[in-house]
């Protein structure tokens, strides 16, 4: 299995890539937060559900227990087989060393690349008021960044209903702007201390960013295992 992390500030490219690099090399994402989405959904009555809620509205993480619990069961998919996006796990150290030392040897990983989305602060504000996705397929838009190329209709299935996230409000982008800072930004001296990171300059097109993906990945051998592609 090959484990791809998506590493960078709220609003920096990562879901939309994720999505991208899901349909292009045919490994599927696993986006925490929207795992978290997801059973607010499907399950809001359950007190799981109110708990969930209310830190993610606030704009703090859930307990790094539960949030390796609910990935765990996930990676157990057989689709996760031969490798995987990670979008949103880890959010910090703690994390990290999970994946390392528990995870990653639970399902034979043999390779994790750490892909760090660079993007200036006043950038991540201005991306994150005005992005919504898709209510059927939770492909990602922005008002000004990615439109659907049919006005009022999904790209990937056609669904004309979209949806805002709660925690695009300003109080909490503020706050997970905090916590980001000083939580999940350790991650960068973390990985490439280890020598995994990857640096993607986030203020590139969606295109060039995920060319700069696919070659940097394509050097790293990575290729060997996935298809790449064109990069
Ligand atoms: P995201 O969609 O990645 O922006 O995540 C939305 C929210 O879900 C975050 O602000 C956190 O409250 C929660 N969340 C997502 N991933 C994690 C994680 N790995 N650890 C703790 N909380 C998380």
């Keep these: 299995m090959i484990v791809l992390v ?11 890539q994720s999505s ?13 937060g929207q795992l978290l989405r997801n059973i607010l959904e499907s399950d809001s009555d359950s007190e799981l ?21 609910l990935l765990i069961e996930k990676m157990q998919n057989p689709e996760c087989r031969q490798g995987i996006i990670l979008d949103g796990y880890p959010r910090n150290v703690v994390q990290a060393k999970i994946l390392e030392e528990d995870i990653l040897t639970k399902f034979s990983c043999e390779k994790l690349y750490v892909l760090y989305f660079d993007l200036p602060d006043s950038e991540v504000v201005k991306r994150l008021t005005g992005r919504y996705s898709c209510v059927n397929c939770k492909t990602q838009y ?7 190329k049919i006005p009022g209709k999904c790209d990937v299935c056609g669904s004309e209903r979209f949806s805002y996230r709660k925690d695009d409000s300003e109080a909490s982008i503020k706050q997970r702007l ?4 000083i939580q999940t930004s350790q991650l960068i001296e973390y ?3 280890l020598g995994n990171l990857i640096k993607i300059d986030a203020m590139s097109s969606i295109e060039d960013i995920t060319l ?20």
């Design 6 to 16: 998506m590493l960078g500030p709220p609003g920096s490219g990562k879901g939309t």
């Design 20 to 32: 991208i690099l899901s349909q292009d090399i045919g490994i599927p994402t696993l986006s925490t």
């Design 49 to 69: 559900s109110s708990n969930i809620k209310h830190i993610i509205e606030r704009g703090d993480l859930i307990s790094d227990d539960l949030m390796t619990k």
């Design 142 to 148: 922005h008002k000004i960044f990615r439109q659907p």
């Design 178 to 181: 905090e916590v980001y800072r």
């Design 191 to 193: 990985y490439s201390q």
């Design 212 to 231: 700069q993906i696919k070659s940097s990945l394509k050097t790293l051998g990575m290729d060997n295992n996935i298809n790449l592609g064109n990069a």
